[in-house]
């Protein structure tokens, strides 16, 4: 078995180019997942489970200083104690065969699915066994699934309806990476041509053109603060509580995205603020 698969060092496989700045959303959701399964894992759970919904190939490439970490796929399979399932959506072919040989190092591989396709379809393959699990029984289980969605898109593509489906389950922490920028540089003109489909489905209605509107034509800072803050409120509207948000910018000091994890218990907030505080403020390289 090539242990090197699972290691943080160049494989010879598929790698995803990142800036620094990743560094530090790795850290987060390493830091997390394991705040989070060590102080869970003693309890009287059905399961345990770690989704990554847009997976990536598991291991980034810096391309300034050429090192390797591994990707949020590999930080859950290397998960001070393990999850019980892990389940993988990839769009792209050749992350996603790249990520299955990756996970078939793993010790773990009988515990996880790779899917290969849009992770807005093939969420009810995670939502439908979710539910399997949680379904009342006469076992010694009280409790329900214990659930952890990494939800790191790269841009738009992440539908509000997949959102919802996640966060209808009974405990799904989720941890977001929420692009401001694509819709700051875009909204105006899609609005005023009509086709504002892609924001549309990102949070589920129309609502955000009413929201955004007023600030349309202020600072990006009114508007990203408006965009996020819309998002939260619907997230609440699941009956999720949001932690303390973790800026990224660039060497402008303009945003470039925001982290922030959604929590049903409180607990689950305070393991996210005590993740991020302390971390110092990343900027994108190059900018």
């Not at 393959?125 to 952890?148: C, F, K």
């Not at 996640?166 to 990476?177: E, Y």
């Not at 509107?213 to 619907?234: C, M, Q, W």
């Amino acid at each position: 078995m090539n242990d090197n698969l699972l290691e943080p060092m160049d494989d010879g496989l598929v790698m995803r180019n990142s800036q620094e700045y990743a560094r530090d959303k790795l850290l987060i959701i390493e830091r997390y997942t394991n705040r989070m399964i060590t102080s869970m894992r003693d309890r009287p759970w059905r399961a345990f489970f770690y989704i990554d919904i847009e997976a990536g190939p598991g291991k980034n490439l810096f391309v300034t200083s050429g090192e390797v970490e591994r990707g949020s796929p590999l930080i859950g399979l290397g998960a001070k104690f393990p999850f019980t399932h892990y389940r993988f959506i990839e769009l792209d072919q050749a992350n996603c065969d790249t990520l299955k040989a990756r996970v078939s190092a793993s010790e773990l591989q009988e515990c996880v699915k790779v899917w290969h396709g849009d992770c807005n379809i093939l969420v009810d393959e995670i939502v439908n066994e979710i539910q399997e699990v949680d379904r009342p029984t006469a076992t010694s289980y009280n409790w329900h699934s214990l659930n952890l969605a990494i939800l790191d898109p790269e841009g738009l593509e992440l539908h509000w309806e997949t959102v919802e489906k996640l966060g209808r389950m009974k405990r799904m922490d989720m941890i977001f990476t929420f692009w401001t920028s694509g819709i700051t540089r875009n909204a105006n003109a899609w609005i005023e041509a009509g086709s504002t489909e892609k924001i549309d489905k990102l949070y589920g209605s129309k609502e955000w053109q009413r929201i955004y509107r007023p600030v349309a034509h202020k600072n990006s800072t009114e508007k990203r603060r408006v965009l996020i803050d819309f998002y939260k409120t619907r997230l609440e509207g699941l009956g999720y509580q949001i932690g303390n948000e973790r800026v990224f910018r660039n060497s402008k000091n303009v945003q470039q995205y925001t982290m922030f994890g959604a929590c049903k218990h409180p607990l689950g907030i305070k393991f996210w603020n005590d993740v991020i505080r302390g971390l110092p403020q990343s900027r994108l390289a190059g900018f």
